[in-house]
């Protein structure tokens, strides 16, 4: 399921990232990989803040729906 439908407080794991090679390569350095476990921390009209190792991020909804979760 996309990222955008996790609930807030909820942690999964990212799955695969269907966006265009170069961004995936910024969410790589980000640390946003396949395995990589992720949580959403809130949401405001799509847009999401999020725990990745340790550390807030946050991502546009376009993004976002970009990346594939596994709860």
Do not use: D, H, W
């Amino acid at each position: 399921m996309p990222l955008t439908m996790l609930t807030p407080g909820k942690e999964a794991i990212v799955n695969i990232c269907r966006a265009k090679e170069s961004t995936k390569k910024f969410l790589e350095g980000l640390g946003i990989i396949p395995g990589a476990p992720i949580s959403v921390i809130s949401e405001v009209n799509g847009n999401l803040i999020v725990c990745v190792k340790g550390a807030r991020l946050a991502l546009n909804k376009g993004i976002a729906q970009q990346l594939l979760v596994q709860v």
